[in-house]
């Protein structure tokens, strides 16, 4: 892998995203929006919004850069220009990482617009500190980048694109511990969960939210959540394969 050429890619990749202002507003407003409506649906609540609305800021860039890196990708191989790019010095990690990097970026600076509005404007409360929740929030972002470089490997069309959805990530939040404490599941069940990286991203939220510094557990599902995006990475990576010798 050349850092120059991972950079350049990059590069390339948010010259693109910049010019897309729908994908823009996706990224940047839309999180916000829903953590507002989230705010009005449990108005006087007490501790129930600082819980859910603490998990949510976790799930909002994983879901959202999950579905916009899926398509980007499809977008890449159906147009011809991953082809096209593979013809190249490029490399696939060049590539892959350069996306992690450009999307990366932009989950930054979603997460610190979503957080600030919900500590600032929401009035969320936690006992950790802010730069945690954006740091946890940008790692999660990066998972569903990573496995949305993987997914789009198995789709031909947008809307098959948009399919691995309900298969990949909506699994993922029913046995995080956001509806039913993992501990309360049944043990196949929490088997699975234990098996899934949002699991370790809410618990690290959890643990930001329950104590005023960073604990042994939060740095702990921190680095499984990051080991299960580069790992996702490298899956992607065997996907990509020139179509013409």
Not at 211 to 216: G, I, K, L, S, V
Not at 232 to 240: F, G, M, S, Y
Request: aromatic fraction near 8%.
């Amino acid at each position: 892998m050349s850092v120059s050429i991972t950079l350049a890619t990059t590069g390339r990749i948010l010259r693109q995203l910049r010019h897309d202002r729908r994908t823009v507003a996706l990224l940047l407003i839309v999180p916000s929006l829903l953590l507002s409506l989230l705010y009005f649906m449990y108005d006087n609540a007490g501790p129930t919004f600082d819980r859910i609305a603490l998990v949510m800021l976790g799930v909002f860039p994983f879901v959202i850069m999950f579905l916009v890196t899926s398509i980007a990708m499809l977008r890449e191989r159906t147009t011809g220009t991953l082809e096209r790019l593979l013809t190249t010095p490029l490399g696939k990690l060049d590539l892959l990482f350069g996306y992690g990097f450009a999307f990366g970026l932009a989950a930054a600076v979603q997460g610190g617009i979503t957080v600030a509005a919900a500590y600032w404007l929401l009035g969320l409360d936690t006992a950790g500190g802010i730069g945690l929740v954006v740091v946890i929030a940008v790692v999660n972002a990066v998972l569903g980048v990573a496995l949305g470089l993987f997914c789009s490997a198995f789709a031909r069309t947008e809307f098959q694109a948009v399919q691995f959805l309900p298969v990949v990530v909506i699994p993922q939040l029913l046995l995080c511990g956001l509806f039913v404490p993992r501990g309360q599941m049944s043990g196949w069940l929490q088997a699975v969960s234990d098996a899934m990286p949002l699991s370790y991203a809410v618990e690290a939220l959890a643990e930001v939210g329950a104590h005023p510094d960073a604990t042994a557990t939060m740095w702990r599902d921190l680095a499984v959540v990051a080991g299960a995006a580069i790992i996702a990475l490298v899956l992607a990576a065997a996907t990509l394969r020139r179509r013409t010798p």
